[in-house]
Structure formats: C-alpha cells, structure tokens
C-alpha cells in the first residue's frame, strides 16, 4: 500500500511516499529555520504562508523523482494536530482538496504520535520484534511518554508539566544568544564545559510520579546568566550542567516506567531531541534492553512519519483509522492520570 504523507504542523513542510509503512521512496522535506530565525522563534502567520507557497511545488517534484504518478497512491495521511492552526489548516485543506479530486482516501494523523514512526523507520527489524515498547517522544512541544502494545496503541505514562525538553533547550539558547533554534547548538556548547561548576536543580527528583517538568531548570539558568559568571566558570559549563539534568530527568524517569511496564522489549526514543548524542549516550548506557533513535533524517518533523503512522491507522481501521477531523486539536491530556509509583 503506498501512501503520500504530509506535514505541516510547525516550520518543516514535508512530503514523503511510502509503501507498506517502511520502505521510503521519496522523502522532501523544506524547513523555514532560517526565515524564523531573526525573530528566535517560529511566527506562525509566516509559518503558514510558507507552507502555502511551498506544497504545490514540492508535491509535484516529489511525483516526478520518484516516478510515481497519483493513480499508483493508495491514501493520502496529513497531519491533523497538534500544531500551529494556521499551519495544520493549510496542510489538511492541501491533502482534502488532493484526495478529493484524485478519488483517494484522506487519513488524519496525530503529528506527536507519528513522531514514534518516524524512529521505527530507520529501525532494521521486525514490528514484534520492537513491540510492546516504551516511546519517548522528546520534541519542541512535547515529552511524552508512551507504553506500545502495537503500532497504534499509544498509553500515555508521562508528560511535562510545563515547557517541553526541547522547548527548554531552546529558551536556554536564546538566553544564551545563540541562534535558533537553540537545541544543537547547546549541545555543541556542553561539549566543552564540565557539570560540576555549576548545580542544577534536579527536578521531580523526590517524587516518584511519572511526570517530567523543565521550567525550573530553565530558571536556574537564568539565574546562572543574571549576574557575570564567577571566575573560573564558562557559558560552556552552564550549558553543560542544564543538559545533563534536563536529559537524566528523562533517564529516571525511564527506570520508574520500566517497573511499570516490565514485559517491555525495547525503548524508542523519537522527536527532534533526539538527536543529542549526549542523549543516546546516556539512553543505551542506562537500558538493559534494546534502545532505537531513529536516523537523523527522521528525528525532526518528516513527512514520512505520517505516511508511516497512516499505513498502520489504515491497516487497524480502515477508512480514517479512528482519528477524529480536529485541526484545533491539542494533545488530549485532560484524560491522563499521573501514575504514582514508590522510588525503590
Ligand atoms: O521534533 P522536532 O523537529 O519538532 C517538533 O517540536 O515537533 O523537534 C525540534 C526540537 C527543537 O526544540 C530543537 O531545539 C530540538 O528538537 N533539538 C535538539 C537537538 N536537535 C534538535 N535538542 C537538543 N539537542 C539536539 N542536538
Ligand atoms: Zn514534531
């Protein structure tokens, strides 16, 4: 089954082809990081005219390299939410207006879910090999985490409180003046500094619920920054202390959601955050079973992960795999129940 994805949520527009959930044939994707970078932050009225001017074009390119024409596409899987409303309202009208003058089915695809797909993408084994899982999405808008029994079964277990990981990376950034967004370019900054220069709250620590929550930390750096830094003490070291607690926060947390779902067989840790190498590092040296980061490619927002998550949507319910039309969605969080476990 081949299936056309398309993403629009946020500053990536992105279109991919992909047959049968995992064999991508074509995957482009144009990011406006550089138009939104002079203000720090995505203007998301810009946001959507870019994506408006930028589908049509990169829709037919993508027919033409990859040969395929829109009577060899089985469905069309666009994003449906959460994201920036201007955004989400220019892809979905985009997709609706595709499906309905080709005669294709339209599947409406949760972006935070999809990201999961996205990392199952660039991994080489079979799907019950992977599931039931623990999926960390740690993006710009999101931490969450979720138990898997199957491609789409998503149980929450744990979200932020406040800013998500990624979004706490790249206000510390811009705290620091580096350019947006800001989360590579801390990571490359803790390259050279040392931790224990600086103490950092360790957040949620004492309490043995699965929950994360970054805007602590992200005080405590700008507390770091308000006055000269001490002698002795570099930009390089903040940096350094706030992403080793913002990243050992998850890896806590991660041992809690293990002791409540032992039968796990792997982790999948998915979203733009993802692509820490520090992050991977302390993710495999902390795990007794198998972890997967996907690609780089597939880490940030990629239209492939929603063909991806449209394949199995379709293939568990047919017509729109269950998803309601919400384009003003947000992530339903008022049905979460933050579990308490005891910290043994
Ligand atoms: O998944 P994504 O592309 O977009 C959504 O938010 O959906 O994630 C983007 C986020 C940004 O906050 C960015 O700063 C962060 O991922 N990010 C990183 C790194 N690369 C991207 N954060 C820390 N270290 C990185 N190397
Ligand atoms: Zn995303």
């Known amino acids: 089954m081949l299936i056309l994805g398309i993403e629009s949520s946020c500053d990536e527009t992105a279109l991919a082809l992909v047959e049968d959930g995992r064999n991508v044939l074509g995957s482009f994707i144009s990011s406006q990081i550089s138009i939104h970078a002079k203000w720090g932050g995505v203007i998301p009225e810009i946001a959507a005219r870019e994506h408006l001017s930028a589908l049509t074009k990169m829709y037919t390119r993508l027919l033409e390299e990859t040969k395929v024409k829109i009577s060899d596409i089985d469905a069309i899987a666009v994003t449906q939410g959460p994201g920036l409303v201007g955004c989400l309202l220019v892809g979905a009208s985009f997709a609706k207006g595709l499906a309905q003058a080709a005669n294709k089915p339209l599947i409406p695809v949760n972006h935070v879910h999809a990201h999961v797909h996205g990392a199952i993408l660039g991994i080489d084994s079979k799907l019950d090999e992977i599931f039931p899982t623990l999926a960390l999405v740690v993006s710009g808008g999101h931490t969450n985490l979720y138990y898997m029994e199957r491609a789409t079964h998503f149980e929450l277990l744990a ?25 590579p370019h801390v990571e490359t900054l803790a390259k050279s500094g040392i931790t224990a220069k600086i103490t950092m709250p360790r957040m949620l620590e004492r309490k043995s619920q699965l929950l994360f929550s970054y805007s602590g930390l992200k ?17 390089a070291d903040v940096a350094h202390s706030f992403q080793e607690e913002a990243l050992s926060q998850i890896i806590r947390k991660m041992s809690l959601a293990k002791k409540l779902r032992p039968n796990s067989k792997s982790i999948i840790v998915a979203g733009g955050v993802a692509a820490n190498t520090r992050f991977r590092e302390l993710m495999v040296n902390s795990s007794n079973i198998p972890v997967w980061f996907p690609p780089l490619k597939f880490c940030s927002d990629n239209g492939a992960m929603i063909a991806a998550m449209g394949y199995y949507q379709w293939q568990c319910d047919g017509d729109q795999g269950g998803m309601d039309w919400d384009v003003f969605s947000r992530y339903p969080f008022e049905n979460f129940l933050a579990r308490d476990l005891t910290l043994s």
Not at 222 to 234: C, F, Q, R, V, Y
């Open 159 to 183: 979200h932020t409180l406040d800013d998500a990981c990624g979004e706490s990376f790249d206000k510390v950034g811009k705290m620091m003046g580096l350019p947006y967004p800001g989360g």
């Open 219 to 235: 005080t405590a750096v700008a507390k770091a920054l308000k006055e000269p830094l001490s002698p002795g003490i570099t930009m």
